[in-house]
């Protein structure tokens, strides 16, 4: 298995308990107001052509299409795409869904106004790379804004996450940003590829949601930060 293959398999095992803590009914509304909020902020006014890349069980393309965008949401994850899909075809106008590298998505240069991903910086292999690709989608003036935060400064090794049997030495080593102690490693890469006004904004609303109703098992409660780029 490639390092990529590992993640892929790692993902897919979890698709259902990370959909369903998504999903949980207590939090949920609560969640979509505080994300849109995000969202609107982070991006210009719309309707906007995005891509969501490592759109996961496809939240933030849920929330990014319930804005008016026409969204665009792909991952390698087959029990990912799954759930995604299943979420966008509950949806009028929903995202659509398909299988896509995050690192080298395949679509035309200038295809979109706006390349997202929440929780997906940190297990991207060679961001470098994938940054570059993704501002070449970009059509001038376009954006780039991520979501994450520093998860694991301690090493995945020391993370009470089960890792072990797929995110192994092979796996770290194609992964700098995993490790990251602090948020300015992420907004650097954005600076690397060329994008300018590069901005780290912490998300308080989402930290006291986290305060109020717990963090997902084996994570510390701790600030999230949406980075953004223009072309």
Known sequence: MTAQDRINAYWTGRAPSYDAYVQRPERFA?????????????????????????TGTGQAAMVLAGLGHRVTGIDLSEGMLERARR??????????????DAVDPDFPPASFDAVTSRYVMWTLRDPDVAVANWVRLLRPGGTVAVVDSTWFPKGLDNASENFADFY??????????????????????????????????????IYELDRRFGVAP???????FVVTGRI
């Open 87 to 100: 979420h966008a075809a509950e949806m009028a106008n929903g995202p659509v869904i398909r299988r896509g």
């Open 168 to 205: 192994d030495d092979q796996v770290q080593a194609v992964l700098p940003l995993a490790t990251a102690s602090s948020i300015d490693a992420t907004a650097a890469v954005l600076e690397r590829a060329g994008l300018t006004d590069v901005t780290v904004t912490p998300l308080t609303t």
């Open 30 to 54: 609560a969640d979509q107001r505080a994300w849109s909020e995000v969202w609107s902020r982070a991006l210009p006014r719309g309707p906007l052509d995005v891509l969501d890349v490592g």
């Open 218 to 224: 084996n994570h510390e409660h701790q600030m999230q």
